[in-house]
């Protein structure tokens, strides 16, 4: 009993990081049509200086990684902006050049930091609580789940608030019913475009602090492996629906924590197996709304 | 009467496939022009070629402006008010958020709602795909004739409707008509007897007949380019 | 709007000038080896060094397998992102097979064509299990399964499983039974003539595919799967057997490898690696065979000479901010693709076809067709 709920927290825990990186590859989708294979990116490069900024202010401390929180959210949302603005603008309604841009940028980017930063992860020091383990229930719940799922939280609630109460957010929920519709009623989506982008950058950036937090390390490959699962993740929960991502984001990681507990390590397929699942019985995901 | 709208030479692909081809007309700067044509001929991929919904090449002139070049949103910031072919209003969102998505800026006219479509007043908190099929149309009337308006684009707007609310649209579109031009697609025969003063028919993606409304519906034409008899609804 | 295809094959000479020309190309590159060309920078050393003819067979093969990637991609419209894991099926199905049997009392030139003849098998079986499913969906989820397919393969490769893939470290080559004129360097002549034939087939493949009625109802129905399927024929079916086909091509494309480099590892299962055949088939110029084939031949060469060209004084003595980046081939290659794809989607023949092509108000090199046809 124990072992189940030690599995289903620290699932839920794996789930938030799915979530952070998915959300914005949900959103994107479901308004752009984009498949963005940058987002990896995005993760890595929020990583990478989110600790470097929070070593210097503090290697190891709690200043530090809320200061490296903090950047990676910024750095990921600059840089997604950017990119959308200087790569996928001008290949506006050109759906498939705009997924081969992001691929191209993507392996770009990944070399690029092996440049810089080198191709072995590299160890970070992170505050002591969250190397140690909060007792539920008897269950021995490593510290560093309750900062992700605490993460997510707050992520997923500041997304709702932005979707459901701006005006911008009305025209990204209208976008991704119908992006078509919304330039015949005379708005630029463009701009919604760019905000999207920002916004699944920002998510994705924290992702990659968190990430590293998780993993204990920050690397130049970090964001492609999670790139998988939040893909996957993404077309389970329905390509365009946020609650899809978060249901399906935490669905895949209990599938994957309890599969590679019970059934010998085979978490990885076992995740395969429900996205092909998916795809054959209902094509449009769990929560999928996209129309267009 | 001078046009508001001038099509010269408009060709449209939509998938790959051409639709239209070398299609000229005039919109008159008062009134309803009506473009009627079997099903499949290629109304809607006009209207939606004119938008910039389809890939086009040709001329429109707008107002004395070129068109034909610009992105979606441009052209419908010029004044022009789309009510497509099977409502696309945006289920997710309620009735309200439907409406306010739709102002296009200045001081949109929400009283016109109150005054055509009382109902949609009762129902602003509403989710928008759980109105029926002639409250959907209501709103999408309401997205368009709410803005000032230079022209309106209006495809199909009884299409599937019972023939209460085809009333009601009808009145709606007279309305709006006496004070806005209007393209309109239409095969309710009737609808066009009581709005258009002039036809465009297409065949097989062409102009086959221009010429006054009246004229044409009380022909054999009728029969000959839409395949019924005069004065009876199409199929 | 006619298939951008269509429209480049017009403008290319006559068939027998083509043949007379293909012929001429083999024929001198199957000379190289006993020539003595030296492309400084370029090549590590002239042609008839084993180091330049490894590097050499290596960007053959890739060619090859990026030949069979265009089979998909560029002409039935299918993006796979998995089409590695057919590649590493003949790497490591070689490996593994010959590991097995070499135990076996069997006469080794026995085994080893026992070990082709089963992994050219598995390839085929393996591809028509993955393209049943794959193809079940179209366009983005069509990508989305192979992607995940290809990945979860990865992970087995990568965690031993049934201890034969040998996990992080990869297999070996058992050379014992592979034949002594395919073994040692120097023999790499002979492997690069191998990787030159295998190149020659791969080529031949494509162009029997592509000419056959199966290549043009591939196509017609990446345009318009109504009227395929109208016209009685099934679309699934087709682009099936061309999914099983490819996947075929890219395992012989491995087998060489493995005989090339004498071990596989799991990077060349990876999703990346994929990516990368996209990228170079596409950079090359989607639509054409030639494509595949000079994308393939660039990567290999930035990938395997970029190394030595950013240790030389030239890039060494630049600042950071350039030599980093100028110091990673997948960095140059992506940013190249990028470029390719915002300005010049035809690719590199694409640019070389619309500089050569003499008559005025031919088609410029637009989209290419292939580009505009997936939707969700």
């Known amino acids: ?106 392996l770009a980017s990944v070399a690029l ?108 490959h970090q964001g492609t492996s999670l790139l998988i699962y939040a893909f996957i993740v993404t077309v389970i929960g329905g390509l365009g629906s946020l609650s899809g991502a978060a249901l399906a984001s935490v669905l895949v990681a209990v599938i994957q924590q309890l599969a590679n507990f019970y059934l010998g390590g085979t978490g990885d397929l076992a995740v395969v197996l429900a996205l092909a699942a998916v795809l054959l019985v209902r094509p449009t995901g769990l929560m999928g709304k996209v129309t267009h | 009467m001078s046009a508001i709208l001038t099509v010269r030479g408009l060709d449209a692909h939509i998938g790959g496939q051409q639709v239209v081809e070398d299609v000229s007309f005039d919109v008159a700067e008062h009134g309803v022009t009506a473009l009627l044509g079997r099903n499949g001929v290629g109304k809607s991929s006009t209207i939606k070629a004119l938008l910039g919904l389809a890939e086009r090449t040709g001329e429109v002139t707008f107002a004395g402006a070129r068109i034909d070049g610009l992105l ?89 409707l019972a023939p209460l609310i085809v009333g009601t649209v009808t009145t709606a579109l007279e309305a709006a008509a006496d004070r806005t ?51 009876q609804e199409a199929a | 709007m006619h298939t951008f295809l269509a429209s480049a094959r017009r403008g290319l000479a006559p068939r027998w000038g083509r043949i007379a020309v293909g ?58 992102f998995g089409h590695a894991m057919f590649f590493a099926a003949g790497a490591y199905g070689l490996g593994i ?64 499983v049934g201890g034969l893939t040998g996990g992080e470290e990869g297999v070996t080559l058992t050379v014992a039974v592979v034949p002594d004129w395919l073994v040692g360097v120097v023999n790499t002549r002979n492997l690069y003539w191998l990787a030159l034939a295998i190149l020659v087939i791969v080529y031949l493949a494509c162009v029997w595919v592509e000419r056959s009625r199966l290549g043009h109802v591939v196509a017609a129905a990446r345009e318009n799967e109504l009227r395929v399927t109208v016209l009685g024929l099934r679309p699934y079916l087709v682009r099936l057997f061309l999914f099983s086909a490819a996947a075929v091509l890219a395992a012989v494309a491995g087998i060489g490898f493995m005989l090339l480099q004498s071990s596989a590892t799991p990077r060349i299962s990876t999703s990346d690696f994929t990516l990368t055949l996209l990228v170079i088939v596409v950079l090359g110029g989607v639509g054409y065979r030639w494509g595949a084939i000079v994308g393939g031949i660039v990567y290999t060469l930035l990938d395997q000479r970029l190394a030595a060209l950013a240790s030389s004084d030239a890039i060494a003595g630049l600042p950071d901010v350039l030599r980093i980046p100028l110091s990673e081939p997948l960095f140059i290659l992506g940013m190249l693709f990028v470029l390719v794809v915002m300005f010049a989607p035809g690719g590199i023949v694409g640019i070389a076809h619309r500089v050569t092509r003499r008559r005025g108000g031919r088609r410029d090199a637009e989209e290419p067709a292939v580009l505009q046809d997936m939707e969700a």
């Open chain 1, 1 to 106: 009993m124990t072992t189940v709920l030690l599995l289903l927290i620290t699932g839920v825990g794996l789930g938030a990081l799915y979530f952070l990186v998915a959300s914005g590859l949900s959103l994107i989708y479901g308004l752009m049509g984009v498949l963005n294979f940058a987002h990896g990116s995005f993760l890595t490069l929020a990583g990478f200086l989110g600790w470097e900024v929070g070593r210097r202010v503090g290697d190891g401390s709690w200043g530090g990684l809320l200061v490296g929180m903090l950047v990676g959210l910024v750095v990921g949302a600059l840089v997604a902006a950017i990119t959308e603005l200087v790569f996928i603008r001008p290949l506006y309604n050109r759906h498939i050049e705009q997924v081969l841009v992001t691929v191209g940028l993507g």
């Open chain 1, 113 to 220: 930091f092996e440049g810089i930063w080198g191709t072995d992860p590299i160890q970070i020091r992170l505050p002591e609580w969250l190397g140690q383990t909060t007792n539920v229930l008897g269950a021995n719940i490593p510290n560093d789940r309750w900062l992700l799922i605490g993460s997510a939280a707050v992520v997923l609630a500041l997304i709702v608030l932005f979707l459901q109460r701006t005006s911008y957010g009305l025209v990204i929920r209208a976008g991704v019913e119908n992006r078509t519709m919304v330039t015949a009623l005379g708005i630029d989506v463009r701009r919604a475009f760019t905000i999207v982008f920002a916004i699944g950058g920002a998510a994705a950036g924290l992702g990659g602090v968190l990430a590293s937090v998780y993993y204990g390390q920050v690397g130049a």
């Open chain 2, 72 to 160: 979606t949103h441009r052209i419908v910031q010029r004044g022009i008010a789309y009510v497509p072919e099977d409502r696309e209003v945006f289920g997710g969102l309620t009735v309200e958020e439907n409406l306010r998505l739709a102002e296009r800026g200045g001081a949109p006219n929400r009283a016109i709602i109150a005054e055509l479509f009382p109902e949609l007043i009762e129902r602003a908190k509403q989710q928008a795909g759980t109105l029926s099929g002639g409250q959907q149309q209501m709103v999408s009337l309401s997205r368009a004739l709410m803005n000032e308006n230079r022209l309106l684009l209006v495809d199909e707007p009884t299409k599937g």
């Open chain 2, 181 to 231: 031009p209007m393209l309109l697609v239409e095969q309710n025969l009737q609808v066009v007897r009581a709005l258009a003063h002039t036809v465009v028919v297409l065949s097989g993606g062409r102009v086959v007949h221009t010429g006054p409304a009246a004229e044409f519906l009380d022909s054999d034409l009728v029969h000959r380019h839409l395949g019924v008899a005069t004065d």
């Open chain 3, 23 to 80: 012929a001429v190309v083999i024929a001198v590159a199957a000379m190289l080896p006993l020539l003595a060309i030296d492309i400084p920078g370029v090549l590590p050393g002239p042609t008839y060094t084993p180091g330049t003819l490894t590097v050499l067979a290596y960007a053959m093969l890739i060619a090859a397998l990026a030949l069979s990637y265009h089979l998909i991609f560029g002409v039935a419209g299918m993006l796979s």
């Open chain 3, 97 to 160: 097979v010959l590991r097995l049997l070499a135990p076996t009392g069997m006469p080794s030139e026995a085994v080893f064509l026992l070990a082709i003849v089963i992994t050219l098998v598995v390839a085929l079986v393996l591809g028509n299990l993955v393209g049943a499913i794959a193809l079940r969906v179209s366009g983005i989820s069509f990508a989305m399964v192979t992607l995940a397919i290809a990945q979860a393969m990865n992970v087995m490769i990568r965690r031993n």
